[in-house]
């Protein structure tokens, strides 16, 4: 990856949408946007906030955290730690 978050910031690979529920295939208009992912790189923090996220954590954030960007052809999600609201372990 060639990309290096500044600050407190993360770049987050986002889960995969559920395809089906219970059988039932879900149309692209109806997924809802996934809640968790995985953290691919992370930058140095502040001289305020310490960096407490490592690249692999599975993390859970907010339903509109983040923005949108698109690197080599992927979908990932940039935004502070403070965004995030917990690490799944």
Do not use: F, H, W
Not at 3 to 29: C, F, M, N, S, Y
């Amino acid at each position: 990856m060639n990309i290096q978050p500044l600050a407190d910031r993360v770049l987050v690979l986002p889960a995969p949408a559920e395809e089906k529920v219970g059988g039932i295939i879900i149309p692209d208009t109806a997924k809802e946007k996934p809640l968790q992912g995985k953290v691919v790189a992370v930058g140095k923090g502040t001289k305020d906030e310490e960096m407490v996220l490592a690249v692999d954590d599975t993390v859970l954030y907010g339903k509109y955290a983040g923005t949108e960007v698109q690197l080599e052809g992927e979908k990932y999600l940039i935004m502070r730690q403070s965004d995030i609201l917990a690490i799944i372990k």
